[in-house]
């Protein structure tokens, strides 16, 4: 017994120097060649399983990865909006719906931000002359915009006509600063200024949005004409420049 395994250790001996020095012997001991191929194989599937795996699990992290980038763009473009209407409402529309247009940001958010901003500035407006009263011509930016003389002169019609100008205001760019100013500094009642300024502001800001889904350079071009023959000598006569 002890000398067949002396022998059969020299033969496994052989056979690994025989493979080391390139003897081929696959063709005598085939159940050898075929238990190496089968190892091999099975190594392969395995990592390729691992690999299966590992993809499968990550694939889902990277879904949420590229969803958690999209709603911070549209937060973004949402704030952007925003801080647009308080410079200009009606490039702040207009530019929210070329970029619905372009697809970086969906309608209704670019509705909702552009009448989110128009909330926020036009009441602010109402509130700062409702609460700061005459103060408020001693201020800049407003004592550049409206005059107590002229808010005072216009009084009386204004508590006549108040709903119509302020309807008629969300159509007229450059009228809203000094009509919503003057609507709080002449003390007009909060729901009245709420239900006709409100209302319209609920109803014009996504029409315009939409509008300018369309034809958003065209009403650019007619804003910035409006701009140049209207707004900008009005402006030029108001501070002589």
């Known amino acids: 017994m002890k000398y067949i395994r002396i022998c059969t250790i020299f033969i496994l001996a052989g056979l690994f120097s025989a493979s080391d020095y390139g003897i081929n012997v696959s063709s005598e001991y085939p159940v050898l060649q075929d238990s190496v191929v089968l190892d091999s194989n099975r190594q392969v599937t395995d990592s390729v399983q691992t690999k299966k795996g590992s993809l499968e699990k990550l694939v889902p992290y990277l879904d949420d990865v590229k969803a958690d980038s ?20 009606d490039l702040a529309c207009i530019g ?10 969906d309608f209704w958010p670019a509705a909702i931000a552009a009448t989110a901003g128009i909330y926020i500035g036009d009441f602010t407006l109402y509130f700062a002359g409702r609460f700061m009263g005459n103060a ?3 201020i800049p930016p407003f004592k550049w915009m409206v005059k107590k003389e002229n808010v005072y002169s216009a009084e009386a019609w204004f508590q006549k006509k108040g709903p119509v100008i302020l309807v008629l205001s969300r159509f007229i760019p450059g009228s809203r600063f000094p009509v919503y100013l003057s609507a709080g500094i002449l003390k007009t ?3 009245t200024f709420l239900l006709y300024f409100g209302l319209m ?12 889904v369309f034809a958003g350079n065209e ?4 804003f910035l004409l409006i701009l140049l023959k209207y707004l900008i000598p009005v402006f030029k006569k108001k501070f002589r420049i």
């Open 96 to 105: 929210a719906g070329l970029m619905a247009a372009q697809g970086l940001i």
């Open 219 to 222: 009403l650019l071009l007619v």
């Open 136 to 138: 408020i011509f001693n």
């Open 201 to 212: 502001a609920l109803l014009w800001t996504p029409t315009f949005v939409w509008l300018s």
């Open 189 to 191: 009642g909060f729901w």
């Open 70 to 89: 999209k709603n911070e763009l549209i937060v973004l473009y949402m704030l952007l909006i925003i801080l647009g209407t308080l410079m200009s409402e």
